[in-house]
């Protein structure tokens, strides 16, 4: 299974496609956030960094050779793991994937089974930290394959969805989420929670964090949203 907070982009155009791997990748633990072209799979990573990025070679718009080209040739996101999908069987187009910076190749009709076995292979050769490493930010470390959290060394209880809010601040400090941006990343796309609901959540967390008379560490940007620190 995977470690609490591992995200996984899906860039699929085909609906059915798209929902047999996301239940499946869903089931496995993942976080799993969706596009349905490549210029919009562009946009979600500006929007927050995946660990991981399954990819249809096919798309309208922007074909996956060049999301994967796009993503392999800037500093901030080239290590990024990424798994191309294609109907191309040959091997020239195989390595022609693979030579535009893509991590691992499978052809259609794959097995779903084989392809939760190489994700989980490219987290663990990539170190992400969604894959598990540990995170700190100042004096808060967060475990997340222990699920534990603590500043200044005094262990704190909270709940899974402020464990989930403090896990997403914590991989990108200082980056403003919106409101909208944390439901995505917390709730999921396809849950249609209010977004006062962040806002009490939030709170929740910080009243946490600060209960040993600590600083406030969580930033509020009038009419943007949050950042840590």
Known sequence: MATLGTQILLVED???QREVLSYN???EGFIVRYAENGEEA???IDEAMPDLVVLDWMMPLMSG???CRQIKTRNDTRHIPVIML???SEDIDK???LDTGADDYMVKPYSVSELMARVRSQLRRSGSVGA???LSF???TLDPVNHRVSRNSRELKLGPTEFKLLSRFMERPGRVFSRDQLLDLVWGRDVFVDTRTVDVHVARLRKTLTQFEESDPIRTVRGAGYALG
């Open 132 to 134: 598990g490493s540990a």
């Open 86 to 88: 294609s109907a191309r």
């Open 14 to 16: 085909e609906r059915a």
């Open 95 to 97: 390595v022609r994937g």
């Open 65 to 67: 050779i060049e999301v």
């Open 25 to 27: 990748l869903a089931s």
């Open 138 to 140: 100042e004096d808060i």
């Open 42 to 44: 562009l946009l979600m």
